[in-house]
């Protein structure tokens, strides 16, 4: 934590004494801990999705839905040690979770690994992230991950630098989505429920639909179209600063939520589909 290189940002701050990009300093910090009914069926199932809600993130997206807990003048939350951290994991394992998702994660993964290295957890942990990861980060969480859920959000640097100031964010994201491929190898099921696998999300913005669809066909040449999931979501709503980008600063248009799933559907990818309808703020927790 001295020296802080846990995501590709490496700020290589002292986040004992100060913060990074991330707005976080030594201690996890966790802003909401829920059995969430609103995510993909597999994940979700009728049990629920034992959902930890992380503060911070390495991205920061001026639309970001959870923006109250994701940036870094947030105050929501309390701080655990490694120890708490693990002993929290037990809590929503006891609660009768059908798996446990840590949601925006990246910046505390160390502490996140050796917490889970104590708690031996029995139901799959998910790794619900933003897709900006180190390959060294992912590497250490190998056996530890049973299910990866990363946004494939940008494809082209010109997106990345406007919405989330990281210009690498297209390479790192591919490498990051191969490494966890190589790790899961195949799409895992107990009945309805995902034990092993990858899921990929990508929320479709409004105007940059074409960017949506090169992001489709590359998930389809690089990655067996049998051995994970895409998820497309619709639910984008202008949000937190979506105002300061006047072309995002609107819902999307049926007619180019449309055109992207018919590019997935055309290029054999599997998986999820959003209606409409999720374009709303309803299913957004209250933190």
């Known amino acids: 934590m001295q020296i802080c290189t846990q995501c590709p940002r490496k700020c290589r701050c002292d986040r004992i004494n100060t913060f990074g990009f991330c707005g976080q300093g030594e201690k996890v910090k966790v802003a909401k801990v829920m059995l969430h009914f609103g995510e993909e069926p597999c994940i ?3 049990k629920g999705c034992g959902a930890v809600f992380f503060a911070g993130c390495n991205l920061r997206c001026p639309f970001c839905q959870n923006f109250k807990i994701s ?4 105050d929501i939350g309390e701080e655990y040690s490694t120890a708490e951290l693990a002993d929290l994991f037990k809590k929503v394992q006891d609660m009768g979770a059908e798996n446990i998702s840590l949601i925006t994660p990246t910046h505390f993964s160390h502490s996140i690994a050796k917490a889970l290295e104590i708690a031996h957890i029995e139901i799959p942990v998910i790794y619900n992230c933003g897709g900006y990861e180190s390959l060294e980060s992912l590497k250490m969480l190998d056996g530890l991950i049973q299910i990866y859920m990363p946004d494939m959000k940008y494809l082209y ?7 989330c100031a990281a210009a690498d964010y297209p390479q790192i994201a591919k490498s990051a989505i191969l490494e966890m491929h190589r790790q899961t190898k195949e799409m895992v099921f107990d009945g309805e429920a995902l034990k092993k696998g990858l899921i990929v999300r990508h929320l479709v913005l409004p105007g940059i639909y074409r960017e949506s669809i090169e992001i489709m066909r590359w998930l389809s040449e690089n990655l067996d179209k049998d051995s994970f999931y895409i998820s497309l979501m619709s639910q984008y709503v202008p949000c937190h600063r979506a105002a300061d980008f006047p072309e995002i600063n609107r819902k999307i248009f049926t007619a180019e939520y449309e055109k992207v799933v ?12 959003q209606q409409r309808s999720a374009a709303t703020l309803e299913m957004t927790p209250e933190f």
């Open 262 to 273: 018919k590019a997935a559907t055309d290029f054999g990818l599997a998986g999820y589909i």
């Open 44 to 46: 979700s199932t009728k």
């Open 157 to 163: 640097p010109e997106s990345a630098v406007r919405y």
């Open 71 to 74: 940036q870094s003048d947030s």
